[in-house]
């Protein structure tokens, strides 16, 4: 079990004493103007990370790298409005489990797995079925579609992460379905639990948050894709028709090309199964930072990597008084 007298990252503030145990997701030898050599560290634990600091690192005469669970005396400082550590000891520490430093769904993932299961049952197209079934009950595919992320940093990025995103995508996708009946219920709904199936290849989360040498030439589209297709070759006459249309679905989820996907959508449900991902991925990334900046002062938040901006925070304070009425008003 992790060794901490830290409740959460994110409720550190400037003067805190930190004794804990860390896992190092990122390790730099640098310099000081002064030409002073230290370590300049990204540390990780289940409830976030934290930019670490190793002054005058020589003395501790340390031998340790990324992906090592180490143990942490050190005080928080303020870095140009950022919270770092400055680390006075540092230490290595063996026999820790690593799934205690890595950031995981507060929901139950098997839970999760199973009602997405479930739905897919529930489809009645009979060459979808089986297909969605094929897939989600395979054990190999399945233990890793239950502790995948859904990305290593801009959204669901923690294990469980994927299914916990297909989940809340299934069921805006029935609500959508319900607005707009002319829609393809069963088609959307495998494109939802489909579109990002490729990230149980693409991303590593053994030892921190990575990406694999085949989603790094490949991506999680192209892996996707090779996934379900073999799958559906393995089905009896399977439809071409339906398949092309999957598999368009899948290239197109990101919905532009400029955003890695090979295609744009062409029909509506692929058109769905984009804004929905998109939502749900831009949703999840604002309440994320929301948590993790709950502590800091002011109205807004540090800049959102994922949306390219500052967000306001849901509990602004700034006042600027009533809406005065202008000549234009008066009539």
Request: proline share 5%; net charge negative; glycine share 6%.
């Given at each position: 079990?992790?060794?901490?007298?830290?409740?959460?990252?994110?409720?550190?503030?400037?003067?805190?004493?930190?004794?804990?145990?860390?896992?190092?997701?990122?390790?730099?030898?640098?310099t000081?103007?002064?030409g002073s050599?230290?370590?300049?560290?990204?540390?990780?634990?289940?409830?976030?990370?934290?930019?670490?600091?190793v002054?005058?690192?020589?003395?501790l005469?340390l031998?340790i790298?990324?992906?090592?669970?180490?143990?942490?005396?050190?005080?928080?400082?303020?870095y140009q409005g950022?919270?770092?550590?400055?680390?006075?000891?540092?230490?290595?520490?063996?026999?820790?489990?690593?799934?205690?430093?890595?950031?995981?769904?507060?929901?139950?993932?098997?839970?999760?797995l199973?009602?997405?299961?479930?739905?897919?049952?529930?489809?009645?197209?009979?060459?979808l079925?089986?297909?969605?079934?094929?897939?989600?009950e395979?054990?190999?595919?399945?233990?890793?579609?239950?502790?995948?992320?859904?990305?290593?940093?801009?959204?669901h990025?923690?294990l469980?992460?994927?299914?916990?995103?297909v989940?809340?995508?299934?069921?805006?996708?029935?609500?959508?379905?319900?607005?707009?009946?002319s829609l393809?219920?069963?088609?959307?709904?495998?494109?939802?639990?489909?579109?990002?199936?490729?990230?149980?290849?693409?991303?590593t989360?053994?030892?921190?948050?990575?990406?694999?040498?085949?989603g790094k030439?490949?991506?999680?589209i192209?892996?996707?894709?090779?996934?379900?297709?073999?799958?559906?070759?393995?089905?009896?006459?399977?439809p071409?028709?339906?398949?092309?249309?999957?598999?368009h679905i899948?290239?197109?989820?990101?919905?532009?090309?400029?955003?890695?996907?090979?295609?744009?959508?062409?029909?509506?449900?692929?058109?769905?199964?984009?804004?929905?991902?998109?939502?749900?991925s831009?949703?999840?990334s604002?309440?994320a930072?929301?948590?993790?900046e709950s502590?800091?002062e002011?109205?807004?938040?540090?800049?959102?990597?994922?949306?390219g901006r500052?967000?306001l925070?849901?509990?602004?304070?700034?006042?600027?008084?009533?809406?005065?009425?202008?000549?234009?008003?008066?009539?």
């Amino acid at each position: 079990m992790k060794e901490s007298t830290v409740a959460s990252l994110s409720k550190l503030t400037p003067g805190s004493t930190v004794q804990s145990t860390f896992l190092i997701i990122s390790k730099e030898r640098k310099t000081t103007n002064a030409g002073s050599p230290y370590l300049d560290l990204i540390l990780q634990d289940a409830t976030g990370q934290i930019r670490a600091k190793v002054w005058d690192c020589d003395r501790l005469h340390l031998d340790i790298e990324e992906d090592e669970i180490v143990r942490v005396n050190g005080v928080v400082e303020d870095y140009q409005g950022t919270r770092q550590l400055k680390v006075k000891n540092l230490a290595r520490a063996e026999g820790l489990p690593l799934q205690d430093y890595l950031p995981h769904s507060e929901e139950d993932p098997a839970v999760l797995l199973a009602k997405v299961i479930e739905r897919a049952r529930q489809v009645s197209n009979p060459p979808l079925r089986a297909l969605l079934l094929a897939i989600l009950e395979d054990p190999s595919i399945a233990d890793r579609y239950r502790q995948a992320p859904a990305a290593t940093s801009f959204h669901h990025a923690y294990l469980g992460g994927l299914v916990e995103h297909v989940h809340s995508l299934l069921a805006l996708g029935d609500r959508v379905v319900d607005h707009y009946p002319s829609l393809d219920r069963d088609l959307i709904v495998a494109g939802l639990i489909l579109h990002d199936l490729g990230k149980v290849d693409e991303l590593t989360y053994h030892r921190g948050l990575r990406y694999t040498t085949r989603g790094k030439l490949l991506g999680h589209i192209a892996l996707g894709v090779e996934i379900v297709r073999d799958k559906a070759r393995a089905i009896p006459d399977f439809p071409l028709e339906l398949w092309d249309r999957l598999e368009h679905i899948i290239l197109s989820h990101h919905g532009k090309l400029e955003f890695g996907s090979p295609k744009e959508p062409a029909f509506p449900e692929a058109l769905v199964v984009h804004y929905l991902d998109d939502l749900d991925s831009k949703l999840a990334s604002m309440t994320a930072q929301y948590s993790a900046e709950s502590e800091q002062e002011g109205d807004w938040t540090t800049r959102n990597r994922a949306l390219g901006r500052e967000l306001l925070k849901p509990a602004a304070t700034e006042k600027h008084g009533p809406i005065r009425a202008t000549p234009s008003d008066s009539r």
